[in-house]
Antibody
Framework: EIQLQQSGPELMKPGASVKISCKAS????????MHWVKQSHGKSLEWIGY????????SYNQKFKGKATLTVDKSSSTAYMHLSSLTSEDSAVYYC?????????WGQGTLVTVSA | DIQMTQSSSSFSVSLGDRVTITCKAS??????LAWYQQKPGNAPRLLIS???SLETGVPSRFSGSGSGKDYTLSITSLQTEDVATYYC?????????FGGGTKLEIK
């Protein structure tokens, strides 16, 4: 069974950084891109970018360049997203989703709350 | 970026109704169109890919149609478990983009 298990909720101060994880199981981790998607409360979905676990290559939505950094650890089949210089605008649920398009497999989501 | 517009942000419907949700792209997306269902607290669930292909396990009361810029998700005989928010997504060009969502509510 294909599963994407994300890390738990985070409560962060403005200006801080956070790194959330997505552990994959049930398939060959390096065979599929891992995508990340943002959903602000009550809002629609925004694609942040993807990483190719095979070689670490990345592609980012221009809107999230400088905000999000995607990495992987092949040894543990885990993808990571680092979000920097957090503001209230970064408060959202973040999902990982396995490529190819469209996204048939999603993590359960990680809630990031930015509050002083 | 390609803009995806779902004309209605919410619908009030009755159980057993036929429901049609529309999605319009700002340019031709060559049927690279997916529909997702999302219930509160859950990740989106892929229902339809390639504008018309039903994913395994999705009830046959769901169907997709359309071409070019205009696409439709239909649900025949709405069931209680279909109450959710539905999103379209284009994956013809990068970045992939989503519609604003259409929330179905029971009258």
């Amino acid at each position: 069974e294909i599963q994407l298990q994300q890390s738990g909720p985070e409560l962060m101060k403005p200006g801080a950084s956070v790194k959330i994880s997505c552990k994959a199981s049930g398939y060959s981790f390096t065979s599929y891109y891992m995508h990340w998607v943002k959903q602000s409360h009550g809002k629609s979905l925004e694609w942040i970018g993807y990483i190719d676990p095979f070689n670490g290559g990345t592609s980012y939505n221009q809107k999230f360049k400088g905000k999000a950094t995607l990495t992987v650890d092949k040894s543990s089949s885990t993808a990571y997203m680092h979000l920097s210089s957090l503001t209230s605008e970064d408060s959202a649920v973040y999902y990982c989703a396995r490529g190819n398009y469209p996204f048939a497999y999603w993590g359960q989501g990680t809630l990031v709350t930015v509050s002083a | 970026d390609i803009q995806m517009t779902q004309s209605s942000s919410s619908f009030s419907v009755s159980l057993g109704d036929r429901v049609t949700i529309t999605c319009k792209a700002s340019e031709d997306i060559y049927n690279r169109l997916a529909w997702y269902q999302q219930k509160p607290g859950n990740a989106p669930r892929l229902l339809i890919s390639g504008a018309t292909s039903l994913e395994t396990g999705v009830p046959s009361r769901f169907s997709g149609s359309g071409s070019g810029k205009d696409y439709t998700l239909s649900i025949t005989s709405l069931q209680t478990e279909d109450v959710a928010t539905y999103y379209c997504q284009q994956y013809w060009s990068t970045p992939p983009t989503f519609g604003g969502g259409t929330k179905l509510e029971i009258k």
